[in-house]
């Protein structure tokens, strides 16, 4: 039950429904998501085989714009999974104040186990198969978990060529090329960056000197370590699905990414130095900031009580459970939350579709400067609103997110 992440999800809306006294009809409410489909995938393998996948797309509330949210390829993906995912999307729009809502999507497959014509084929019959439920003024796709630019771009042209015109604005995520935006890529990092940064300036702490762990080496978790990293961080620890690295003086970061952009684990780095670790040891390890940015429940019941660290900023959705949640709290250590840490990718996505639809593309200062603004907008609410009423700033940004949807459902009343 702990580790359902719709369970985890329902949980959290009742916590903070308490919190604010929301009204029992809405929480029900938001407890439901609007649209779920299930769809089939029969693939033609290049050995002659037919093999079938299961795919979702969620929308959970679409009452503040259309749905957004990325789409994971993965082979533990299930319903519940991107039920919770849509959820966080849509207090995280709500959050930023982004006029979007929340949605998401999840294929179960392992894409290191197909070819490059088996991962178009299946990303194309996905595409077509959601193609009633996705599109600019409904639903807007973007990369997650094991999912890229390519794979945008083979979404975009699915949908362009059913519709007989070129609709750069039904994903976002895409190569700069044909629509994408300057900054999408390393959105979510930077985002994670200006948090930690404006955290680090409350608790009068230098960022240089400042220890750091991370659980995940791809998008989120390889951008992050590479700012820190560059910045003079200290960071001591890097997994992937593979398990972790550790070297107590710090490691070349820059050399890591070089290594695992080649398709390569990080197990398999060769440097003496450094010592092999499994990925739960990552987490208990000892420093000033750990970063899990890989998947969700990887702090439960099990190891809260282990976490040794001032800060938790969650690059990854969903990373640490309620229970586990409140074991931090008690245990003084500080949670950045998934919905304000990661939203620097929702943001820059946003970006990107407004781009798309006025056909004008801004420079990366401006993505920059305009990410900045809006996450340490959402970051200042959320840090005083937990000052003022004591509690967590995980509380205290649903409190702001919640209450914007709330708002939204009673000014456009209940149809019909
Ligand atoms: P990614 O596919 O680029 O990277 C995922 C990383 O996690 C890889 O290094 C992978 O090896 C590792 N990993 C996978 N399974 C693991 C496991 N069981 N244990 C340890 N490591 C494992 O994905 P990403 O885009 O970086 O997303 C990571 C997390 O961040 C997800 O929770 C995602 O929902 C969230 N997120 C992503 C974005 C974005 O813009 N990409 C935005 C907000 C939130």
């Not at 849509?86 to 894409?111: E, H, Q």
């Not at 220890?211 to 998008?219: A, D, E, K, T, Y």
């Not at 997110?401 to 709330?406: F, G, L, M, P, T």
Request: proline fraction near 4%; aromatic fraction near 8%; include cysteine.
């Amino acid at each position: 039950m702990e580790l359902n992440p719709f369970e985890v999800a329902k949980k959290q809306i009742d916590i903070v429904a308490e919190e604010m006294g929301l009204d029992p009809n809405v929480r029900e409410y938001l407890k439901r998501v609007e649209r779920a489909l299930i769809v089939t995938i029969p693939i033609l393998m290049d050995d002659g085989s037919i093999q079938i996948f299961e795919g979702y797309r969620v929308q959970h509330s679409t009452v503040r714009g259309p749905g957004k949210g990325g789409i994971r390829y993965s082979p533990e993906v299930t319903l519940d999974e991107v039920k919770a995912l849509a959820i966080w999307m849509t207090w995280k729009c709500s959050l930023l104040n982004l006029p979007l809502g929340g949605a998401k999507g999840g294929v179960c497959v392992d894409p290191r186990k197909l070819s490059n014509r088996e991962l178009e084929h299946l990303t194309r019959r996905y595409t077509s198969e959601i193609i009633n439920m996705i599109g600019p003024d409904i639903d807007i796709p973007a990369p997650d978990v094991n999912t890229n630019a390519q794979i945008m771009a083979w979404i975009m042209d699915t949908y362009s060529m059913n519709k007989g015109r070129s609709v750069p604005g039904v994903v976002t995520g895409k190569p700069i090329e044909i629509g994408g935006s300057v900054g999408r890529e390393p959105a979510t990092g930077m985002g994670l960056y200006y948090v930690l940064e404006a955290m680090c300036e409350r608790l009068k702490l230098d960022l240089k000197p400042l220890s750091i762990v991370v659980q995940g080496f791809g998008n989120v978790g390889g951008t992050i370590a590479d700012l820190l990293y560059k910045e003079g961080c200290k960071i001591m620890a890097v997994s992937d699905i593979s398990g972790g690295i550790y070297y107590s003086e710090g490691l070349e970061i820059d050399k890591l990414l070089e290594w695992t952009k080649q398709g390569k684990y990080l197990k398999d780095y060769e440097d003496k130095k450094y010592k092999l670790i499994t990925n739960d040891e990552l987490l208990t390890l000892e420093c000033d900031v750990l970063i899990p940015a890989a998947l969700e429940n990887q702090i439960t019941q099990n190891n809260a009580d282990k976490i040794k660290c001032k800060i938790v900023l969650e690059g990854a959705n969903g990373p640490v459970t309620t229970i586990a949640d409140k074991i931090l709290l008690d245990k003084g250590i500080k949670v950045i939350p998934d919905i304000l840490a990661n939203g620097g990718g929702v943001c820059v996505s946003y970006f990107e579709y407004v781009q798309d639809i006025r056909a004008y593309f801004w420079e990366l200062e401006r993505i920059n400067k305009e990410l900045k603004k809006i996450i340490l907008k959402a970051f200042e609410a959320v840090y005083t609103l937990s000052k003022e009423r004591n509690i967590s700033l995980r509380t205290a940004a649903y409190v702001i997110a919640v209450s914007r949807i709330a708002k939204a459902i009673e000014l456009r009343g209940i149809f019909p």
